[in-house]
Each structure stands twice: as structure tokens, then as C-alpha cells.
């Protein structure tokens, strides 16, 4: 039975600043949960439905609830079994090293995008991200979904992109117009991946930190990409193991 004041304080981690107070998430999901329990992940409590189960799952105080009270209090347009609360795991931005690939992201502000840039890192081994300040909350639960669980294996830190891309060992691609072919661009083994907004792109001030500007040759007749998409083709082509 799930008791009001529990629903209202479930409901209110749907509010970034709820979140940030408290620093919790919601995780949602038979997929989102499963990967939770096998992770270094504190779950403060999970909400379920009778026929959900787990073999880690008393690694946290669990709440049996019905599929009324789990669509209650779910973010999603139908709840999925389960339901988990989760502190969060903040990573402190650091400058790219040498020997790593990572993605830079400058100005995303889609949920969906971000989630998807996050699982695409994952899908390519790379297991750093840097966001700008400006771009949205990695805990946004619209994000954590759309990662299908590569929140757990991605960190990132979120800073000032000027700072962190400036005076770099490693080269920096840039996704730009004026960029030459990805398609005769050799693989890489180190390098950051500057993806920018999804309607402006990439700011100005950080056009001078880009040692390599890169596009994707347009054949037909689309305005545009998708910011996650040009992330995929771009890495696709970058990392060719």
C-alpha cells in the first residue's frame, strides 16, 4: 500500500529541484532497474508490483504496490513494474587526457538527445563525457530512460567547456560544416568529439579549441542531423576498432 505522503515524495523527484536538494533520481523500468542492482549504485528504496522480482533486489528496502498506485507516481505514459530511488553518483569534470577519447557536448538541451549521446558513448567503449553547463541534467528521468541503463557505465561532468578543452595534448574534432570528410578521417586512439547544440551548434568561443574540424558530407536533401545521430555516424567513423 502506498501511503500519500510517499506518492507526494516520489512525485517530486520529477522536479530538478528536488533532485538537487536531495540528490536523488528515479530510475524506472524492468531494463533500468536491473542494471541499478548490478551496479555500485545506492538504491534508497524500490516501488514494485506483485509480479516483479529480482535476485538482488533486497539490496534495498522494497514497496510492494499495485499498477494503479506504480502508474500514480510513474513519469512514464504507462509504469513498467518497478520503480527505484537512487542517490546520485556526481563526477567532477577533468581536462581529456592523453590515451582516452571523449565526447564534449556543448549546449544540449533535448532529454532525449542527451540520453541517447550518453548510451551512444557506452555503445563505442567511451566512458567520459563532458557537458556544458548549459546543457540538461543528466538525473532529468527523460534522460536516465532514454540511456536504457548506460548511465551507469558513462560518467559526466558537467563545466566550463572553454577551460576544459583549452591547452590540450589530444586533438579536438568539432562537428562543423565547413569541417573536412569524416569519410577520409583515419581512426583515432585519443581525442575529444565536440558535438554542439541541436538548432545553434557549436559556440563561438569554443571554435578556437577545435585542432580538427569534421562534418558528414550531405548527399541528399535533409536541413539537418539530429545531434545524436551526427554523434553516432562521426564516432563511427573516428573509432574504427
Do not use: C
Not at 122 to 144: C, Q, R
Request: glycine share 8%; charged share 20%.
Amino acid at each position: 500500500m502506498l501511503s500519500k505522503i510517499e506518492a507526494k515524495y516520489i512525485q517530486s523527484l520529477y522536479h530538478k529541484k528536488q533532485r538537487d536538494a536531495l540528490s536523488l533520481f528515479i530510475v524506472e523500468g524492468v531494463k533500468g532497474v536491473d542494471e541499478l542492482l548490478n551496479s555500485s549504485f545506492v538504491i534508497q528504496k524500490i516501488l514494485a508490483v506483485n509480479d516483479w522480482g529480482h535476485p538482488l533486489m533486497d539490496k534495498a528496502p522494497l514497496i510492494r504496490v499495485s499498477e494503479e498506485e506504480l502508474q500514480k507516481i510513474s513519469g512514464l505514459q504507462t509504469a513498467n513494474k518497478v520503480l527505484a530511488v537512487v542517490e546520485q553518483q556526481n563526477f567532477t569534470a577533468q581536462k581529456p587526457q592523453k590515451g582516452s577519447i571523449t565526447l564534449a557536448l556543448d549546449g544540449i538541451q533535448d532529454p532525449g538527445n542527451m540520453g541517447t549521446l550518453i548510451r551512444i558513448a557506452d555503445w563505442f567503449g567511451i566512458n567520459t563525457i563532458l557537458a556544458s553547463e548549459d546543457s540538461v541534467e543528466m538525473y532529468n528521468p527523460k534522460v536516465i530512460q532514454s540511456t536504457m541503463g548506460s548511465f551507469i557505465r558513462v560518467k559526466v561532468g558537467y563545466g566550463n567547456l572553454t577551460h576544459l578543452l583549452s591547452d590540450l595534448a589530444i586533438p579536438v574534432f568539432g562537428a562543423l560544416l565547413e569541417g573536412a570528410s569524416v569519410y577520409n578521417q583515419s581512426s583515432i586512439e585519443e581525442g575529444v568529439l565536440l558535438i554542439g547544440n541541436e538548432s545553434k551548434g557549436i559556440h563561438t568561443e569554443l571554435l578556437p579549441y577545435i585542432s580538427a574540424p569534421i562534418h558528414i558530407p550531405r548527399i541528399g536533401g535533409a536541413e539537418s542531423l539530429n545531434a545524436a545521430v551526427a554523434a553516432g555516424i562521426l564516432l563511427s567513423h573516428l573509432i574504427k576498432k
